[in-house]
């Protein structure tokens, strides 16, 4: 256009009139142009991009709304950006409650460890052998338990018994308490009239009474004068039950009825809250509860009613982690045995657990001369030998030498060997 307004401009010599009504024109309709070209692209802007006047929005192909189509997708999906940016809803509470949990929150809580409860009703086997399940045979530990120690373990039920007898007893005048190793005492004086004793789950009350007296009575008493430290109180009750609790009261009237000890009343106390739950390793380091023997072997009839913990079976082996976990360092020192032979302090070497199981087979007896022909680096001129742990241990090892780590003594018996120290003179 704007080159035929300068021909046309150019061309005025020759008609000049129709030259400049063609120019005007020509100029005229630049100006539309310009003005409805200006006028779009100011619309353009002010409008939301990548729609169209008067025109429904374009669809948006599946792959770049709801990223890949997979094979069973056959038409595209249509999405607005706005409906593409929510997330996915949950279909019930439930899941909406289980995604907003942090990942420890859900986590399976039968893995946790669960105290025992204190106010349980239920008895407590008392722990007088923990046995360890290796991998060819059984480690057991004898332990030794107070009458404290029983209390804190026993049933809640128990303990009531305990708190209520212990309560009637020293309601009489010039009644003593003194609790030892086996039992709780209560003395006149000097002289012995009432103890408290756990035997196996029963609270057991002995009195100076004669069980001969009650035969035929409700109360079912047991002569216990057989045995020397019950001479002074031979009549002994059971508390098994609610009822026989109720009896023991009479009973203890039995007792001071013609005496100098008199009844007063007073104020029960709860002796049962000073003995709230505790597991056996805590009482080991109370000083509660003693070790009394550790040692290896299967475990014969008798002992069935014994209570037992048993650790998992192991075919792969013992490492030094699970033995410092299962064992404590005074069950591995009751489980060492002394050896006939003299220990000879001289030129010293050690030798790690795991080099002993892969030198020497299953149930093999183990020395310092047959290390010195097995191992080929051990030294030769070595004549004391100290087993140190590492690795894990899954052969029965019989194993002699002139000292140990204790955690190498954990890894040799829970693998079902025998650890024997030479003697030192």
Known sequence: MYFLSAFLVSGGAIVPEICSVAAAVCAAICCVISLVLIFRRNKAKQEPEGDSIGSEPEPVPAEEAAGPVTEAAEEPVCETEEQSAQQPVPETEAERKTEDRPVEAVQNTAERPIAAPETSDEPIPEAAKVVFVSANRLVSVRYDKSFTAKLIQTSQTNKEYYSAIKNELLRYRRVKARTSWRQESFRVGRALVAKLEMRGKTLCLYLALDPARYAESKYLVED???????????????????????????????????????????EPIDYAAQFPYDDTMHLVERELVKIVEARTGTVSDE?????????????????????????????????VRESGNVS???????????????????????????????????????????????????KSLVVEADDYSLAAVKMIVLAGGTVYRKRTD
Do not use: W
């Open 344 to 394: 000879m302090h001289g030129r010293q070497t050690i030798v790690n657990v795991d080099t002993l199981g892969e030198y020497f087979s299953e149930g093999e007896t183990v020395t310092l001369e047959d290390m010195k022909e097995r191992i080929p680096f051990l030294n030769k001129s070595a004549t004391y030998v100290k087993v140190l742990a590492r690795g894990r241990l899954g």
């Open 303 to 335: 002992d069935d009613e014994e209570y037992y913990e048993e650790s998992e079976v192991r075919d792969n082996g013992v490492s030094v982690d699970e033995a410092e976990r299962e064992m404590r360092d005074e069950e591995a020192e009751k489980l």
């Open 224 to 266: 216990a004068s057989d045995t020397k430290k019950n001479a002074a109180v031979p009549c002994m009750y059971r508390i098994k039950n609610d009822r026989r609790a109720r009896y023991a009261p009479d009973l203890i009237a039995d007792l001071f009825r013609d005496t100098e000890s008199t009844y007063r009343e007073s």
